[in-house]
């Protein structure tokens, strides 16, 4: 059983993660724009991970006996100014989200909640893995600047990101 303080913070997260779901379906969008279809690719898989992430956290809430509550969502930005500027943008939020999660694992070593530590685990290894992927990105974009035939390149290797596994319930 979460307590009502942990139950709160994950519930924020939850809202957070819909929200990151939210801001690349937006980026995705962007990209289609822009005539980028490896990067819309990119983006709309990014989209799938993170509601696999905001399901995950609202499946563990309830499953451990707390109220799992969604929130109203922000509208995202529209236009990013360029490839770079969205994955520009990619990499902020994905330092915003770890610095969250941070905070969540930070309450639940307050609250004494070792499930809820053990949980925000996997979490945390994978803002590692969702920070270090845009980083690549955002580098290779800086390095080739307005180089049409290399964006055309990494737009190409871009298109070839798998989808993300289905999420599954262990909790």
Same mark, same amino acid.
């Given at each position: #059983?979460?307590?009502?303080?942990?139950?709160?913070?994950?519930?924020?997260?939850?809202n957070?993660?819909?929200?990151?779901?939210?801001?690349?379906?937006?980026?995705?969008?962007?990209?289609?724009k822009?005539?980028? !279809?490896?990067?819309?690719?990119?983006f709309?898989?990014?989209?799938?991970?993170?509601?696999?992430?905001?399901t995950?956290?609202?499946?563990?809430? #309830?499953?451990?006996?707390?109220?799992a509550?969604?929130?109203?969502i922000d509208?995202?930005p529209?236009?990013f100014?360029?490839?770079?500027?969205?994955?520009?943008?990619?990499?902020?939020?994905?330092?915003?989200?770890?610095?969250s999660?941070?905070?969540?694992?930070?309450?639940?070593?307050?609250?004494?909640?070792?499930?809820?530590?053990?949980?925000?685990?996997?979490?945390?290894?994978?803002q590692?893995?969702?920070?270090a992927?845009?980083?690549?990105?955002?580098?290779r974009?800086?390095?080739?600047?307005?180089?049409?035939?290399?964006?055309?390149?990494?737009?190409?290797?871009?298109?070839?990101?798998?989808?993300?596994? !289905?999420?599954?319930?262990n909790?």
């Amino acid at each position: #059983m979460i307590t009502k303080r942990m139950e709160k913070a994950l519930n924020a997260q939850i809202n957070k993660e819909f929200y990151s779901a939210y801001l690349y379906l937006s980026i995705s969008a962007y990209c289609n724009k822009l005539g980028m !279809p490896g990067c819309e690719h990119w983006f709309r898989i990014q989209h799938d991970e993170e509601i696999i992430h905001m399901t995950k956290m609202f499946d563990y809430v #309830m499953q451990h006996g707390g109220e799992a509550r969604l929130f109203k969502i922000d509208e995202p930005p529209a236009d990013f100014g360029s490839v770079l500027g969205a994955f520009e943008a990619s990499q902020k939020h994905e330092r915003f989200i770890t610095e969250s999660i941070n905070e969540l694992l930070n309450v639940a070593v307050e609250e004494k909640d070792h499930a809820t530590q053990v949980f925000l685990q996997w979490f945390i290894t994978e803002q590692v893995e969702e920070e270090a992927n845009v980083k690549e990105i955002v580098d290779r974009l800086k390095m080739v600047g307005d180089n049409g035939g290399a964006l055309m390149m990494i737009d190409d290797k871009l298109s070839q990101r798998s989808p993300p596994a !289905p999420a599954t319930a262990n909790v």
